[in-house]
């Protein structure tokens, strides 16, 4: 069964503190990963798109890095309007179904 | 600018009725979906389409039905709604079909089922 995990489900950090988020995949036919920004009564916001393993992408304060078994979302230096549930989730090569994550909420305090 | 919309933003319904939920998307998409958010589940897929007259069942489509008449609008019918399809529906659009053309969604419509 295609599965997307995510770690951890919550995580709280001071403004400036760095981290990351992970995402782990067992999804068959894997040719890339979404992550997608989540903010409280919104719909998910579309942030990267990862297709292979070594691949990189940044925006602002976020990278995405993408293994063979996981990718990783690395917030620096963060600020509160970081404060969102950052969703992962896994596409295959038929069609544009996708497979997601339960998300990291992710707060970011002064 | 072009969007994405649903309607209505918030429902409160009654076990056993008939309930649409509408998406209506203005970037002349040819791929629409229709997901389902639960606490302690992913976004899942309920229905989708990737043109007019055409449409899929995803992994939870038991009690949901779509149709598509034209490019823009998707609606979502629960032909009879039950207290399990409480939920926060999330409409999608994508351009291409294939792998990797990232799906852009709406705002959500939070149904209540009692």
């Known amino acids: 069964e295609d599965q997307v995990t995510q770690s951890p489900e919550a995580l709280r950090l001071q403004e400036g503190e760095s981290s990351s988020l992970n995402c782990s995949y067992t999804?068959?036919?894997?040719?890339?990963l979404f992550w997608y920004r989540q903010d409280p009564g919104k719909g998910p916001e579309f942030l990267f798109t990862?297709?292979?393993a070594g691949e990189e992408k940044e925006k602002e304060r976020l990278k995405a890095t993408l293994t063979k078994k996981e990718s990783f979302l690395h917030i620096t230096a963060p600020k509160p309007e970081d404060s969102a549930t950052y969703l992962c989730?896994?596409?295959?090569?038929?069609?544009?179904?996708?497979?997601f994550g339960t998300g990291t909420r992710l707060q970011v305090t002064l | 600018d072009a969007e994405i919309t649903q309607s209505p933003r918030h429902k409160i319904t009654e076990t056993g009725r008939q309930v649409t939920l509408a998406c209506h998307q203005t970037?002349?998409?040819?791929?629409m979906f229709w997901y389902r958010q639960d606490l302690g589940h992913g976004l899942r897929l309920i229905h989708y389409?990737?043109?007019?007259?055409?449409?899929n069942k995803g992994e939870v489509s038991d009690g949901y039905s779509v149709s598509r008449s034209n490019t823009e609008d998707l609606p979502l019918t629960l032909e009879s709604a039950a207290s399990s399809q409480t939920s926060v529906y999330f409409c999608?659009?994508?351009?291409?079909?294939?792998?990797?053309?990232?799906?852009?969604f709406g705002p959500g419509t939070r149904l209540t089922v009692l």
């Open positions: 999608a659009s994508s351009l291409l079909a294939g792998a990797g053309n990232e799906q852009f």
């Open positions: 999804v068959s036919g894997l040719r890339g």
């Open positions: 990862l297709y292979s």
């Open positions: 989730a896994g596409f295959t090569g038929t069609a544009s179904k996708l497979t």
């Open positions: 970037w002349n998409h040819n791929n």
């Open positions: 389409s990737y043109g007019v007259h055409d449409t």
